[in-house]
């Protein structure tokens, strides 16, 4: 355009001062849609006040040609829409949290059925482990049952880990409590350790004090 286009009254060089950087080109589009013919303006963008605040602009404005064709001011108006843009984000991120919280819901109904399942099984495995454990000692003697034993019970243990783990994390809670950061962090490298170390993956915990 030989003649920068107006925004009531201002200058589009002024008013460009103003758009928050990721719009620029996005504008730039649009304002050569104009170039092409484009008889009105209407698009969304953002600028940045003063105070470095982001806000939201509605821009409809006609375009005004001088007897040659060409595009002389936009006459229209600008509507701050940022309030309803903060409503529609947090509507977005309310509608994304439902559907997480519906897909832990249901993992958490997987997981509580398999722990019924898993559980039942593995008391028996422990208690028969425990009773062999007794008897060796009592009987035997043996260091490669006790050992044998030994690895039953550890193992027995991990899967009753992983299990627990998987329902906790499936958990939501809305109230608030104190927890140890720590103990967390422990018991997430042990739940991964327990669920990778088929796989080769070896953890290790880091003390940096």
């Known amino acids: 355009m030989e003649d920068e286009p107006k925004t009531n009254g201002s200058s589009y060089a002024k008013w460009k001062k103003h758009l928050h950087t990721e719009e620029v080109d996005e504008l730039t589009r649009e304002l050569a849609k104009i170039e092409a013919g484009e ?30 064709g060409r595009a002389l001011s936009l006459d229209g108006f600008c509507l701050d829409i940022t309030q309803r843009r903060e409503y529609e984000s947090k509507a977005l991120k309310q509608q994304e949290f439902a559907i997480h919280q519906d897909r832990l819901a249901s993992i958490g109904e997987l997981a509580a059925g398999v722990g019924h399942e898993v559980n039942n099984p593995l008391s028996i495995v422990i208690g028969f482990a425990e009773q062999l454990a007794r008897l060796n000692n009592e009987r035997f003697s043996d260091p490669d049952i006790a ?7 550890a193992a027995s243990e991990r899967i009753g880990n992983i299990v627990s783990g ?15 950061l720590t103990q967390a962090y422990h018991d997430t490298i042990q739940l991964i350790d327990q669920i990778y170390q088929h796989e080769g993956v070896q953890l290790s915990l880091l003390d940096h004090t």
């Open 166 to 180: 998987l329902r906790t994390f499936t958990h939501f809670h809305e109230d608030i409590e104190v927890f140890s």
């Open 39 to 68: 008889k009105e303006l209407d698009c969304e963008f953002r600028i940045m006040t003063g105070n470095q605040q982001t806000r939201y602009l509605h821009v409809r404005a006609e375009v005004r040609y001088d007897d040659e």
């Open 147 to 153: 050992a044998s034993i030994v690895s039953i019970l």
